[in-house]
């Protein structure tokens, strides 16, 4: 198995590491928000490495890393209590650690992805294009809610 295909399978992995574990805990009633965000960028990452875009290459990359961070740093930080959830975030930081450095820093990975990217059809390509417009647009629209959020808030007080 090579590099890219074993980062395609860990992203796959953590966001249902991440699904799975929340709906075994209460179901989609209790399905907190974090979760929700959490799974939900790492399933754009997941469509981004498959779609071979640099942007979703290195943004996912970064996110991994500095979420595997924090999760290790939170289970290191609460280490006199010992419990099987913290055992899960220990996990899942490790987890995302590995696959941030497998996307960033792997050399086989980035020799893959690019002769991938430079042999993909052209309906993967228009796809990639669509996908990267469509997650930018995305953003804007949440960022122009946030805008008008903040801009309610200051003319209330």
């Known amino acids: 198995m090579n590099h890219y295909r074993i980062a395609l399978a860990l992203t796959l ?20 928000r974090g979760a929700v965000t ?4 790492t399933f754009v990452v ?4 498959w779609l071979q ?22 289970t290191y930080s609460e280490l ?16 995302y650690l590995f696959d941030g450095v497998i996307v960033l820093f792997s050399k086989p990975f980035a020799v893959e992805f ?3 990217r430079t042999t993909q059809s052209k309906h993967k390509a228009r796809l990639r294009k669509v996908f990267v417009i ?3 647009v995305a953003i804007l629209i949440a960022l122009s809610q946030d805008v008008v959020y903040l801009v309610n808030l200051w003319n209330e007080s």
Not at 38 to 41: N, P, Q
């Open 114 to 116: 690019e002769r991938l």
């Open 46 to 49: 997941l469509l981004g490495l």
């Open 134 to 136: 469509a997650v930018g």
């Open 80 to 95: 006199g209590q010992t419990s099987a959830l913290q055992a899960y975030w220990f996990i899942l930081g490790a987890l």
């Open 13 to 32: 992995a953590l966001v249902l590491l991440v699904v799975g574990f929340f709906l075994y805990l209460g179901g989609f009633a209790w399905f907190p």
């Open 53 to 74: 875009s640099y942007v979703f290459r290195y943004c996912g990359g970064v996110l991994f890393l500095v979420l595997g961070s924090l999760f290790i740093w939170q």
């Open 38 to 41: 959490l799974s939900s960028l």
